[in-house]
């Protein structure tokens, strides 16, 4: 059922078995699982059914950082605020986080999740069908639809994302929301206030508010906050009235650790005799058995990572633009037309050579100082604003250009072809995008001491308050985070059913 809060009078009451805050991919993931076994839902969702700049503009707030300045407008635009969330731009990459993310790596700081790959494989086959791919259930070394650029390479292995449409929460699922007699999502529904009873154990209720300031109370058995990481912070942080320095903020651990996945062009790359390789297996691909498109990318082996101090990246190939591929081939040519002559092949046709652009996609190490802090300023509801903070350190420069270093030195070793490398540590930054990928925030940790919620996603000494999405990653890998997200959603989903059993 969908109720438009605008419609009602005004402090009307709501309870349920559970109410999730967010109506994204966690929180209309989590609400569909919660409903399909019969527990009631409360949804409560800050916007409507689209885009309205009223309700976007609740995002707004001071940023800066090292890919940030009062002018770069990361917070107003990164994220949707409306019946799907961010999915309404999503563009459907999917890929596990790969096996040594979890792990600690004692060459990088503050990682280690308290829960392994293992743990999450059986939500991941879940989360496929949600998500509209299919399941990683093959080895991506022999997987995809042609041969491997590097085969059998000890340094960079192949893997691949899958592709979905993308799915597109809000409209997927609008009609079974709308349908189902165990869910309501409350739309228009802005979370204000989080009571907590004087113990600072418990959530008795929370407040939402229409634009116009008429509230409404909700009362629930437990919670879960799925709004996105700075705003599952910034709530965190807002409601002070019990504990003064936010809510799960003893340890002041809540909006630290804030990332997000750096993505630039390290240079350019000619490979004669593959043309056809690239656009078969490492752009997208439509592979019939499967049922959906892949993309193919590499990256360095988990052991060559530990090895080389490197943070896990992934390399995409992009085509080069015919102004900047003429003068990469006149400068490749005599390097290939030597080395096919010393190995005694022929040379590489008019019209055979690929040309492309080398991408690095790449995790950033968690560092407390990036962080989510309030500003003095309110918004609209009276909430004090995001003041965002991202910090990029000069290591995660450093293994970004490593990476991109260790591909041209292999694509050489092998004879395919040539790099010309474009980028440099000292001024990568400033060639740099991000990915919009809000990590962090409220990580999964055991210790308190280092983090906001534990395994089962709760907040440290609070019994029936949770976060989803991933403001709980505690390290943020190469993959992009959307199908995670939906894999954890639907593993707390399960413990909410124990819960509630």
Not at 262 to 271: D, K
Not at 322 to 345: D, I, S, Y
Request: proline share 5%; charged share 25%; with cysteine.
């Amino acid at each position: 059922m969908l109720i438009d809060l605008r419609q009602l009078a005004g402090g009307e009451e709501f309870d349920a078995d559970v109410c999730v805050v967010g109506a994204g991919a966690a929180g209309i993931s989590i609400a569909r699982e919660l409903g399909a076994t019969g527990h009631s839902v409360l949804l409560a969702e800050s916007g409507g059914m689209q885009y309205e700049l009223p309700t976007q503009a609740l995002y707004s707030g001071a940023e800066t950082g090292t890919l940030l300045s009062p002018k770069t407008q990361y917070l107003g635009t990164s994220r949707l605020r409306y019946l799907g969330g961010t999915t309404g731009h999503w563009n459907g990459w999917c890929r596990r986080l790969d096996p040594d993310d979890f792990s600690l790596r004692p060459w990088v700081d503050e990682v280690g999740w308290p829960i392994s790959r293992d743990d999450l494989e059986p939500f991941y086959e879940r989360a496929a069908p949600i998500v509209q791919i299919s399941a990683f259930d093959y080895d991506e070394e022999t997987a995809g639809v042609g041969p491997k650029l590097l085969p059998g390479d000890e340094v960079f292995e192949t893997s691949y994302f899958h592709l979905s449409p993308p799915t597109r929460f809000g409209t997927v699922y609008q009609d079974e929301l709308e349908r189902s007699d165990s869910i309501r999502v409350l739309l228009y529904a802005n979370v204000r206030v989080i009571d907590l009873d004087e113990q600072a154990s418990h959530v008795s209720g929370l407040e939402v508010v229409r634009l116009d300031g008429v509230s409404f109370p909700i009362r629930a058995r437990h919670f879960v906050l799925a709004t996105g990481a700075i705003e599952n912070a910034r709530l965190l942080l807002a409601n002070t009235d019990v504990q003064p320095n936010g809510i799960g903020n003893d340890w002041d651990q809540v909006g630290r650790y804030f990332m997000d996945h750096p993505f630039l062009e390290m240079g350019y790359m000619a490979l004669p005799y593959w043309r056809h390789l690239l656009p078969r297996n490492y752009a997208k691909a439509y592979v019939k058995s499967r049922g959906n498109s892949i993309h193919g990318i590499l990256r360095v082996r988990a052991a060559v990572q530990s090895r080389e101090r490197l943070l896990n990246a992934l390399i995409i190939f992009r085509p080069l633009p015919n102004a900047t591929r003429r003068p990469l081939a006149t400068a490749v040519a005599k390097f290939t037309a030597g080395q096919h002559a010393l190995r005694g092949e022929a040379l590489a046709k008019p019209g055979s050579t690929y040309y492309g652009r080398v991408m690095v996609h790449g995790e950033q190490t968690p560092n407390p100082e990036s962080r989510v802090h309030l500003a003095d300023e309110v918004d609209g509801l009276g909430m004090r604003k995001t003041r965002l903070d991202w910090r990029l350190r000069d290591r995660d420069a450093r293994s970004l250009v490593e990476t991109a270093k260790l591909f041209a030195r292999r694509l050489g070793l092998h004879g395919h072809g040539r790099m010309r490398f474009t980028a440099k540590e000292h001024d990568l930054w400033p060639r740099a995008d991000w990915s919009w990928h809000h990590i962090g925030t409220t990580r999964m940790h055991d210790d308190p001491r280092r983090g906001v919620v534990n395994a089962d996603c709760r907040l440290h000494g609070i019994d029936n308050l949770f976060v989803a999405g991933s403001s709980v990653f505690t390290t943020a890998g190469a993959s992009n985070p959307t199908f995670t997200i939906v894999a954890l959603a639907l593993r707390l989903s399960d413990h909410l059913k124990k819960l509630l059993a």
